[in-house]
C-alpha cells in the first residue's frame, strides 16, 4: 500500500456512504448514490470527465459542502464541516500574499497553539523538506509556479492532517515541474503518512502516485469501476515504460471511453 508505516496513527479510515448532491434548487444532481470506502494510508485518485463531479465530492469530505443525503465517516466520526484532519491542496496554491514562505507554512499552526519558536522550527523544517528552505523569507510573488506549489504542500503536511485531499495540485504547472512534483509528493507523503484522496484528469498522473484509481461516470458522479494499482513503492520514473503501467493505461483508456458522455 504505503511506501512508510512511521507514523501511521497521522492516518484515519474514511468512508463515503450513498453521497447524494443537488444543485439548482434540487434539479441538477452533481453525485448520486456514491460510495466508496479509504482504509488509513491508503493513496485514491478520482478520475473522471470534466464537471463530473469529482470537486464537488472532495468539498464534501472537506466539509465545506453539506450533502442532500447520505455521509462521510472519518474514523467512524460523521464529518459536519471542515476540521484540521482533513487539509486542502488547491491548483491555484491558495497561498496568503502578504505573508511569506515561512509564514503560510507556520499559519496553521498558530491554530494547533504551538509557541512561535517551535511554529517557526517546524515549518523550515517543512520547508526544508520541499527544498525550499533558503527562500523561507520569499513572498509568494517572488516564487515559480512549482515553488508556490511546494509551499502549499509543506503547509498543508505542517498541519497533520489524517486526511489529505488534494484538487487537481499540479494541473497548472508545465510538465517537467508537474513530474518533479509529483514524486515530491510521494517522497512527503511517505514521511507524513496521511489518507490522500487526489482529483485529477491525468491517467498517468494517478497511476504514478495512487493504490487506486476510482473512474467516475459524467454528472451526476458514479464509480464506473475501480483498478488497483500494485507498482512497488518507492516508486520511479521508469515504471511508466513497464508492460504493466502501459496495460493499466490502456485498460483505464478504454473505461473512459466507453463512458456514455449522452445525458
Known amino acids: 500500500m504505503s511506501e512508510q508505516q512511521e507514523n501511521p496513527a497521522a492516518a484515519a479510515d474514511l468512508v463515503i456512504e450513498n453521497l447524494c448532491i443537488r444543485y439548482g434548487n434540487g434539479r441538477i444532481a452533481a453525485v448520486e448514490h456514491f460510495s466508496l470506502s479509504l482504509r488509513a494510508g491508503e493513496f485514491v485518485s478520482l478520475l473522471g470527465p470534466s464537471g463530473c463531479g469529482k ?10 459542502l453539506a450533502p442532500d443525503s447520505g455521509r462521510i465517516l472519518v474514523d467512524n466520526k460523521a464529518v459536519c464541516g471542515p476540521g484540521p484532519d482533513r487539509g486542502v491542496v488547491f491548483q491555484d496554491f491558495a497561498l496568503f500574499p502578504h505573508l511569506s514562505a515561512l ?50 504542500l509543506a503547509r498543508c503536511f505542517a498541519n497533520h492532517p489524517t486526511i489529505l485531499l488534494m484538487d487537481e495540485p499540479f494541473g497548472s504547472l508545465d510538465a517537467q515541474t508537474r513530474s518533479a512534483m509529483q514524486y515530491l509528493l510521494l517522497k512527503v507523503w511517505s514521511a507524513h503518512i496521511s489518507t490522500v484522496v487526489f482529483v485529477t484528469h491525468d491517467i498517468e498522473e494517478a497511476l ?3 493504490d487506486r484509481v476510482v473512474v467516475l461516470t459524467p454528472a451526476p458522479a458514479r464509480i464506473k469501476d475501480q483498478i488497483a494499482v500494485t507498482f512497488e513503492r518507492p516508486r520511479n520514473k521508469h515504471i511508466t515504460t513497464c508492460d504493466e503501467f502501459i496495460a493499466a493505461k490502456a485498460r483505464i483508456l478504454d473505461l473512459i471511453e466507453t463512458v456514455d458522455y449522452v445525458q
Open 55 to 64: 470537486t464537488t465530492i472532495l468539498n464534501a469530505i472537506g466539509g465545506f
Open 103 to 152: 509564514g503560510n507554512v507556520s499559519f496553521g499552526s498558530e491554530m494547533r497553539k504551538l509557541t512561535r519558536r517551535d511554529r517557526r522550527q517546524h515549518a523550515l523544517e517543512m520547508l526544508a523538506t520541499v527544498g525550499l528552505a533558503e527562500h523561507a523569507t520569499a513572498y509568494p510573488i517572488q516564487l515559480s509556479g512549482g515553488m508556490k506549489q511546494r509551499v502549499a
Open 208 to 210: 504514478i502516485l495512487s
